[in-house]
């Protein structure tokens, strides 16, 4: 059985004994394959916190991955979730109606980019509107081939796994694949996988498109789509280079393939916009969300123009999709990322996060690039040759969950910061301090 706690905890205090007797018992049953970096255990949470079990409380700046949008147990949400328990907990939403599933689909269709109109399937994961999406996108299209890319990770499920290309060990062992993917270097200037320089590369991540896969791999006629996270998440939150999604978009249309947003991570408000790939004026064909969109409840969505979900009655569907528990919380966080003005909230914050991590790389040179938008935000760590950096990253986590920080890392060096949308400045000074104190310990 393998080891859950594998960080030091400095002092012993955590896990205490009302968590580690919790850690022995999932230890003992639960499935090999969880990860768990450090031993947190979670009893209760509000807002921005998280407490366990012997009373340890935590800042939470990981939002269960991206996923706390309105911060925890927010009494709105909480209120939205009571009054449909007491209502109805499931009712298939493929097979018949209610109001919390047409209700959400309607504000979704209508908070996509673009005048299109647009229809929504609801999903319970993630992995669940990625693989949908490969099947609308065939469908729709009637051509067989999908275009990903590296460092990409869209999910656990085949569909979802054929096109992720983030870490070897989530793929070792599970061939074969869904055939027919092809996955391309993803526009990682700070790496980039050419070598090139953003100044004069004319965006040969693009050119590589045209220039090597249609000539040389397939014809852009046999293409369904083009899978792409607008910034990438688990592979390093990593922000393409302005003009890239548009240029994508071009050559996407031109060929008539579709373009498909994975917003699962980077939606919801999270960058300052519903949808990151708003920041570059890209309208695509379908995006895919989860996560975030109801504050903790699982529920996932598929929103694609109207005009490519055409799909024949009974195609494609699905038992707990669209639970209306999870659609109220869903409609629940949608209002108050609106009341709360939760999205200028995530600009004013992502950009005081941002100056306080520059004035720390300034003291810290193993802080080698900082980038986000909005509170999507990502620190790689380097050797002083540049290298990554794995170890300080994970050094950094470690001592940072003993200090009451909860972070979590990405790609091969990078730690995310992706808060609930609620953070206030009191939480970011905490965590600025922390990473300095970190960093200093680390003499990184
Ligand atoms: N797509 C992206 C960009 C993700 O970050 C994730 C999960 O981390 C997924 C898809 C899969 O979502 P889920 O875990 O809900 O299946």
Known sequence: MAEVAKVEVQGGRIPGPKAKAIIDLDNEYTSTSYMRDYPLVVDHAEGCYIWDPDGNRFLDFNAGIAVITTGHCHPKVVEAIKNQAEKFHHYCSTDFYYEPMALLAEKLAKSAPGDSKKRVFLTNSGAEAIDGSIKLSRYSTKRSKIISFLGAFHGRTYGAMSLTNSKPVQKKGFGPFVPDILSIPYPYCYRCSYKLRPEDCDLYCI??????????????????????????????????????????????????????????????????????????????????????????????????????????????????????????????????????????????????????????????????????????????????????????????????????????????????????????????????????????????
């Open 207 to 444: 050119r590589y498109l045209e220039e090597v896969v249609f000539d040389r791999m397939c014809y852009p006629d046999e293409v369904a789509a083009v899978f792409i996270e607008p910034i990438m998440g688990e592979g390093g939150y990593v922000i393409p280079p302005d003009g890239f999604h548009q240029r994508l978009r071009k050559l996407t249309a031109d060929n008539g393939i579709l373009f498909v947003a994975d917003e699962v991570q980077s939606g919801m408000g999270r960058t300052g916009k519903m949808w990151a790939i708003e920041h570059w004026g890209v309208e695509p064909d379908v995006i895919c969300c989860a996560k975030g969109l109801a504050s903790g409840m699982p529920i996932g969505a598929i929103i694609s123009k109207a005009d490519v979900m055409t799909w024949a009655r009974g195609s494609h569907g699905t038992t707990f999709g669209g639970n209306p528990v999870a659609c109220a919380a869903a409609l629940a966080t949608l209002d108050l990322i609106r009341e709360e003005r939760l999205m200028e909230r995530a600009t004013a914050m992502g950009a005081r996060l941002m100056d306080g991590l520059k004035a720390l790389q300034k003291k810290h040179p193993s802080i080698g690039d900082i980038r986000g938008i909005g509170l999507m935000v990502g620190v790689e760590f380097v050797k002083p040759d540049g290298r990554p950096a794995a170890d300080i990253r994970n050094e950094v986590l470690g001592r940072a969950f003993s200090k009451g920080v909860i972070l979590l890392g990405c790609g091969a060096s990078v730690i995310r910061l992706a808060p609930p949308l609620v953070v206030g400045e009191p939480e970011i000074e905490m965590l600025l301090r922390v990473l300095d104190e970190c960093l200093d310990e680390i003499g990184g």
